[in-house]
T-cell receptor, first 112, second 116 residues
Framework: DGGITQSPKYLFRKEGQNVTLSCEQN?????MYWYRQDPGQGLRLIYY???????QKGDIAEGYSVSREKKESFPLTVTSAQKNPTAFYLCASSRQGYYGYTFGSGTRLTVV | AQKVTQAQTEISVVEKEDVTLDCVYE???????LFWYKQPPSGELVFLIRRNSFDEQNEISGRYSWNFQKSTSSFNFTITASQVVDSAVYFC?????????????FGTGTRLKVLA
């Protein structure tokens, strides 16, 4: 079955560390997105990519980085520059057009 | 600027009650798309419905119905005869083709608790 796989489900980061969240899709979707979810704030866009080897900053890109070397993969790195990284991170993909997103099951990141 | 407002932070109902979740949006575009997603405790957002700005017909899908009113910029979601399995966070979202992307603007969500 097609879908989006995010890993790991839970991730713990020490202060000053970079961590990478994985997002893989087998839906043949062109576009992929990373959202951050905090309680009471809904979903905020971090980065998005509409085509391989190209990506754009979203509303809260500071302290994050991404790559899109393959159509299927869109990993997100949370760098030490992100001062408040504890949150729930959701990856999504879509085909061109306004058909809706398919979401992954999320990664919960906690700073320890 | 585009914006989606879900003023109801949390709603609690007793099973079998009807419940309406409100969504009000702001956009300058005449062409746009509206969506509803459900986020159960597992965390993954599940697509419920898409509506484009030229289609104001209300839609019913089983116990779910949606009321789209351009005059009031609202796209409300009603669950009839609610069930415990409906307990989740529900998000309304807006997308505008003129942005040149397929990005969504999400509301802050409404947490629905259905009590047995």
């Amino acid at each position: 079955d097609g879908g989006i796989t995010q890993s790991p489900k839970y991730l713990f980061r020490k202060e000053g560390q970079n961590v990478t969240l994985s997002c893989e899709q087998n839906l043949n979707h062109d576009a992929m997105y990373w959202y951050r979810q905090d309680p009471g704030q809904g979903l905020r866009l971090i980065y998005y990519s509409q085509i391989v080897n190209d990506f754009q900053k979203g509303d809260i890109a500071e302290g994050y980085s991404v790559s899109r070397e393959k159509k299927e993969s869109f990993p997100l790195t949370v760098t030490s520059a992100q001062k408040n990284p504890t949150a729930f991170y959701l990856c999504a993909s879509s085909r061109q057009g306004y058909y809706g997103y398919t979401f992954g099951s999320g990664t919960r990141l906690t700073v320890v | 600027a585009q914006k989606v407002t879900q003023a109801q932070t949390e709603i609690s109902v007793v099973e079998k009650e009807d419940v309406t979740l409100d969504c009000v949006y702001e956009t300058r575009d005449t062409t746009y798309y509206l969506f509803w997603y459900k986020q159960p405790p597992s965390g993954e957002l599940v697509f419920l419905i898409r509506r484009n700005s030229f289609d104001e017909q209300n839609e019913i899908s089983g116990r779910y119905s949606w009321n789209f009113q351009k005059s009031t910029s609202s796209f409300n979601f009603t669950i009839t005869a609610s069930q415990v399995v409906d307990s989740a966070v529900y998000f309304c979202a807006l997308s505008e083709p003129t942005s040149g992307t397929y990005k969504y603007i999400f509301g802050t969500g409404t947490r629905l608790k259905v009590l047995a």
